[in-house]
């Protein structure tokens, strides 16, 4: 997967500024992670990030982290 491939704009919604310095697996994966999410999901995902700002860490989030669990368990 190019990084065309994986476009975070396609997706409508934020993406913290430090995801996008991240290595091209990381990135493949948030943004795997990301497209995934429903609409409950996306919503809990956009307040984590208003409220915690530059602070809120998506490899370090729950969701996320459950959500790579559920991947390497497969």
């Known amino acids: 997967m190019s990084e065309e491939e ?3 704009e396609t997706l409508n919604i934020k993406i913290p500024p430090l995801v996008h310095s991240y ?4 990135k493949r994966e ?3 992670y990301l497209s995934e999410l429903d609409d409950h999901h996306k919503k809990a995902y ?3 990030i208003d409220h915690l700002g530059s602070s809120f860490n998506i490899c370090r989030s ?3 982290i459950s959500w790579k669990k559920t991947k390497q368990t497969k």
């Open 23 to 26: 290595p091209l697996e990381k």
């Open 46 to 48: 956009e307040i984590a």
């Open 6 to 8: 994986y476009n975070f």
């Open 62 to 64: 729950t969701g996320f």
């Open 30 to 32: 948030i943004f795997n």
